[in-house]
């Protein structure tokens, strides 16, 4: 039982460059979430999913889409990466926010230059 | 708008004391309240969480106290160990997301 696997876990990008972020989990849970992490700022709410074929916005959005083909991988996209977009993400899944709160991955550490 | 707030942004505490971080939020929505632990390197992990209808929740070493006329909760280490040193977050549910506070690194020296 994997929990929450995150690929890669390290990149390095040029600005303008595009890449995919992978999450998957195994827990068949319907929630998933895309945070990232910056010192001082806590983590930050990019998108969200509710179950497969649904994706919506959360608090910081701008420069990021999501997709949720499969119920179990939720994917995360930066068309053209800017050095801002330099941070840590988790992703993070839950069968109820609500009651059990989220299960999270280890993280992807993303350098833009 | 910063919906969970949290102070302080770091703390040291020496082996044996208590540990203590406190929370406010300003959503009347959010109906669960969980504290998230995480070390350098790793993921969050979840470490205890409370709903509004309980003052106090107790787990092993750790506490939550919350008081929701004045929309606050606290967690409160006891005999605070080497080995509790780590940046501890608090957070607030509602409807289909979590919502964090900025985050506490706490250092419990020996």
């Known amino acids: 039982n994997a929990g929450v696997t995150q690929t890669p876990k390290f990149r390095v990008l040029k600005t303008g460059q595009s890449m995919t972020l992978l999450c998957a989990q195994d827990?068949?849970?319907?929630?998933m979430y895309w945070y990232r992490q910056d010192p001082g700022m806590g983590l930050r709410l990019i998108h969200y999913?509710?179950?497969?074929?649904?994706?919506a916005k959360g608090e910081v959005p701008d420069g990021y889409n999501v997709s949720r083909l499969k119920k179990q991988n939720f994917l995360l996209g930066l068309e053209s990466a800017a050095p801002s977009q330099t941070s840590v993400y988790f992703c993070?899944?839950?069968?109820?926010?609500?009651?059990?709160?989220?299960?999270f991955g280890q993280g992807t550490r993303l350098t833009v230059v | 708008q910063q919906q969970v707030k949290q102070s302080p942004q770091s703390l040291i505490v020496q082996k044996g004391g208590i540990s203590i971080i406190n929370c406010a939020y300003e959503?009347?929505?959010?109906?669960?309240f969980p504290w998230y632990q995480q070390f350098p390197g790793k993921g969050p992990a979840l470490l205890i969480a409370?709903?509004?209808?309980?003052s106090e929740k107790k787990e092993g070493r750790f506490t939550i106290s919350f008081n929701k006329s004045a929309k606050q909760f606290s967690l409160h280490i006891m005999d605070s160990q080497p080995g509790d040193s780590a940046t501890y977050f608090c957070?607030?549910?509602?409807?289909?997301?979590?919502?964090f506070g900025k985050g506490t690194m706490l250092l419990v020296s020996p």
């Open positions: 957070a607030a549910a509602g409807y289909s997301t979590l919502t």
């Open positions: 409370i709903r509004p209808d309980v």
């Open positions: 993070a899944s839950s069968y109820s926010i609500r009651a059990g709160g989220a299960f």
């Open positions: 959503n009347t929505a959010f109906d669960y």
């Open positions: 999913s509710v179950g497969e074929g649904t994706t």
């Open positions: 827990m068949n849970h319907e929630y």
